[in-house]
């Protein structure tokens, strides 16, 4: 889901952490180092990593500027291929029937099929490529806050992780709690009383 798009699902985080000045350098090393790779005509079956925000499909974060104003801008995008079971099945019968064709044999043994649907999968990965799916995401770098176009929770794990790998910063997701721990102006015994609540069962 995209900036730009007509309605859009936001995740709030508290960024922990400050990087190495300079700041814009850190950032552009980061982003290029776990940059997303293209695995069409590769066997992986997922890639996670960074693009630009102007141009998904692009990682040259040196000619698409990543500063817009005094914000941080750019994508997470998450390459995944999907073989439907029926074309594995498909493949993996017509690969047993030439095996056992060839060897005059009857029965194959569970390593055999193993090893035969393996290379089934090896090779249809080769052949389909992957769906891309892309998040924006707007980083304050100053007031430690990042914007999360998503709240997918697979694509918030997977973005928590991929930021602490690129910046070695900690993304904490703000609700109510964290919001009143990290971002407010309670005093330390509020926030001590806050830390003693507990839930209310609101249905028997």
């Known amino acids: 889901m995209g900036i730009l798009s007509s309605s859009a699902s936001i ?40 693009s630009c925000f102007n141009d998904p499909f692009s990682i040259d974060f040196d000619r698409s500027p990543f500063l817009i104003g005094t914000y941080l ?22 690969e047993i029937k030439k095996k056992l064709e060839n060897s ?23 052949r389909i490529p992957a769906t891309p799916n892309v998040y924006d995401l707007i980083w304050k770098y100053e007031a430690n806050t990042l914007w999360f176009f998503s709240n997918l929770k697979g694509a918030n794990e997977e973005l928590e992780t ?25 005093s330390d015994m509020e926030k001590d009383a806050i830390s003693q609540l507990t839930p209310t069962r609101l249905t028997e």
């Open 11 to 50: 995740t709030q985080y508290h960024v922990e952490g400050k990087l190495q000045e300079p700041i814009l350098e850190t950032v552009a090393k980061g982003l290029k180092k776990q940059a997303v790779k293209e695995i069409d005509n590769e066997t992986s079956d997922e890639e996670i990593g960074w």
């Open 162 to 186: 991929l930021f602490t790998k690129s910046f070695n910063l900690k993304l904490i997701r703000l609700f109510p709690y964290t919001m009143a721990a990290l971002t407010s102006t309670l």
């Open 73 to 94: 801008v750019f994508s997470m995008r998450i390459d995944k291929k999907s073989i439907p079971s029926k074309i594995i099945q498909k493949h993996y019968t017509l």
């Open 104 to 126: 005059g044999r009857e029965f194959l043994s569970k390593t055999e099929k193993k090893e035969i649907k393996d290379h089934v999968i090896h090779i249809l990965n080769l």
